[in-house]
């Protein structure tokens, strides 16, 4: 059902167990706690410091200059809509 209503946008089977868990266990918290493994997030801050540097960076160049993985850079921007908005523009 969930799949039917949202598309491509329904969170995972996995994700849908892990919540049932933790709202069972009355945690209503959806964002995830930090541990060992997570992926790194970056400070805005940072990435505009990296940006107004050298404007011409690519999305591997700035991963690695914020020190995070590209999977990291791609999902907190995709996450902060900054591709949608056009705040960045990074290939």
């Given at each position: 059902?969930?799949?039917?209503?949202?598309?491509?946008?329904?969170?995972?089977?996995?994700?849908?167990?892990?919540?049932f868990?933790?709202?069972?266990?009355?945690?209503?918290?959806?964002?995830?706690?930090?541990?060992?493994?997570?992926?790194?997030?970056?400070?805005?801050?940072?990435?505009?410091?990296?940006?107004?540097?050298?404007?011409?960076?690519?999305?591997?160049?700035?991963?690695?200059?914020?020190?995070?993985?590209?999977?990291?850079?791609?999902?907190?921007?995709?996450?902060l809509?900054?591709?949608?908005?056009?705040?960045?523009?990074?290939?």
């Amino acid at each position: 059902m969930i799949v039917k209503a949202y598309g491509h946008n329904a969170p995972s089977l996995s994700t849908c167990r892990q919540w049932f868990r933790r709202f069972k266990s009355h945690n209503f918290d959806l964002e995830d706690k930090e541990h060992e493994g997570s992926p790194k997030r970056f400070e805005y801050e940072d990435l505009e410091t990296i940006l107004n540097g050298n404007p011409c960076q690519n999305e591997t160049q700035v991963a690695e200059a914020l020190n995070v993985t590209s999977n990291a850079f791609q999902n907190d921007c995709i996450e902060l809509e900054w591709f949608k908005k056009g705040k960045l523009a990074v290939t």
